[in-house]
């Protein structure tokens, strides 16, 4: 054994416990069994019958289905400091479900589910991934997660969600979806579920846990047992078939004696008050520069608050705050009006050329029936003017940008990426990041933000 080898395995932490196993299950090369601890970067596997469930350090739930092949790479949980946290699972081939545990939630942004084609982020989820060395479809329990296909940025060895143009979104809501990902394939495909879903191809067992909010993570694992019940049968023989009938006297008829007529008083039911629900804050959007860009200092931390969501790319962020849950209305159409953000381009050699805040023209527009936005505006730098359009899908929790579905196929007039959220703030608002290669390969990006068109 090398002395890298000995050094990984030394350094390998407890990841979490099999508490469930049946069938063909390993645990690198032990017998998955009960109470068997699970370290990083073991190889866990099963057999044409096998399952195996491993409850992670932070009350998580890793479930691997038949002729599956997983490994938790890495469970590093700092519960004072959620921002040290990291997290990355990995399936090789098969089937797997992920319950995200108590140290995902506090730390999404640094949990990370590779496939052999694929990079999974989450939005604090229960989700369930088929793979093989091709292509990768991910279905959502709870929550929602963000998928984007290897390239670019978006690489294997990295950690936390791949966030930007090419990557996409799949929430609880959009139910009988999937997010499919073939190799050589950047950004995944919306896809109804048919036989190919992860559960069609490999269902799971009856004592799989129900995906319910707040629910436990540990299944319920005792099997009922039959009870039978036998019937006796008693025969009743005469007897002494020979003697006489016995002598019947009629019984005197009794005497009639009703019972008191008693009125039952009409009781009317009243319902307990009930409990006053604190009502949660709109989600707002906020934005700004996390890094230093060019001659400009960074004007917004690197860190979003707990329940937020966000989008970092070339050193801006966009983030929605937690709060009350976004639902994009069944029908109808807003529209809404540019009231700032800020355009960086640079050089081939990705050095800063020129920052502006000249942003004019702007047009952003949704129509929430058929699930898409088209937005327009002028980046003005010095003496050029570059026109920026794009149009895509929105999500039903609010996430719009460069999607491709059944219903909503983004034509070639798009010449942008383009990420970003809605709010209900201020009677409605908006903001996305936006990526553009210019013909002499400099790269144009930057941030913009919307107000309700009222």
């Known amino acids: 054994m090398s002395l890298f080898a000995l050094a990984a395995q030394l350094h390998a932490a407890e990841a979490g416990k099999v508490i469930f196993a049946a069938g063909a ?3 690198a090369d032990k017998a998955g069994a009960e109470g068997t601890p699970v370290q990083e970067g073991e190889l866990l596997s099963t057999g044409a019958d096998g399952f195996l469930y491993v409850k992670t350090i932070d009350n998580g739930l890793f479930i691997l289905r038949p002729n599956t092949k997983a490994k938790i790479v890495s469970y590093h949980v700092d519960a004072k400091n959620p921002a040290n946290t990291r997290i990355k699972l990995e399936l090789i081939s098969g089937i797997a479900r992920s319950k995200s545990g108590d140290a995902v939630k506090q730390a999404r942004q640094n949990f990370r589910f590779n496939t052999p084609v694929a990079a999974i982020g989450v939005r604090g989820t229960d989700f369930t991934v088929y793979t093989d060395q091709d292509s990768s479809r991910v279905t959502v329990l709870t929550g929602g997660v963000v998928v984007s296909g290897f390239a670019d940025g978006c690489r294997p060895e990295g950690g936390g969600p791949c966030e930007g143009g090419a990557s996409r979104e799949l929430f609880a809501a959009q139910r009988g979806q999937l997010l499919q990902v073939k190799r050589g394939q950047t950004a995944p495909q919306l896809m109804q579920v ?3 879903g992860p559960d069609q191809v490999s269902p799971p067992r009856a004592d799989e846990p129900v995906a319910k909010t ?3 993570a540990t299944p319920s694992l005792d099997a009922r047992k039959g009870e039978t019940i036998e019937k006796l049968a008693n025969q009743i023989q005469q007897q002494n078939s020979n003697k006489p009938d016995p002598v019947v006297i009629p019984p005197t008829p009794p005497v009639e004696n009703k019972p008191p007529v008693v009125e039952v008083p009409v009781v009317v039911p009243v319902e ?13 959007i906020e934005w700004g520069r996390y890094a230093t860009i060019g001659n400009s200092g960074p004007t917004i931390a690197d860190t979003t608050p707990d329940g937020s969501d966000s989008v970092r790319l070339g050193g801006y962020i966009v983030y929605r705050t937690a709060g009350r849950e976004y639902v994009a209305p069944e029908r109808g159409n ?3 009006v540019l009231q700032g953000g800020e355009a960086t381009i640079r ?6 050329a020129t920052t ?3 942003l004019k023209n702007g047009l952003l527009a949704v129509d929430f029936g058929k699930a898409s936005y088209t937005t327009s505006f002028d980046v003005v730098s010095g003496a050029e003017t570059f026109s920026m359009k794009a149009d895509g899908y929105v999500t039903p929790g609010g996430r719009f940008g460069n999607f491709t579905t059944d219903q909503y196929t983004r034509p070639n007039t798009n010449n942008m990426e383009v990420t970003g ?6 009677g409605g608002a908006a903001a996305y990041h936006f990526k553009r290669t210019l013909q002499d390969n400099r790269n144009l990006e930057g941030v913009t933000v919307w107000g309700a068109n009222k």
């Open 334 to 336: 807003a529209s809404f």
């Open 347 to 352: 050089t081939a050699d990705n050095a800063i």
């Open 272 to 284: 307990p008050p009930k409990p006053e629900v604190p009502q949660l804050p709109e989600r707002k």
């Open 356 to 358: 502006t805040t000249d």
């Open 25 to 27: 299950a390993q645990v």
């Open 194 to 196: 048919s036989g190919n």
């Open 214 to 216: 707040g629910g436990s």
């Open 421 to 426: 959220f809605l709010s209900n703030q201020n």
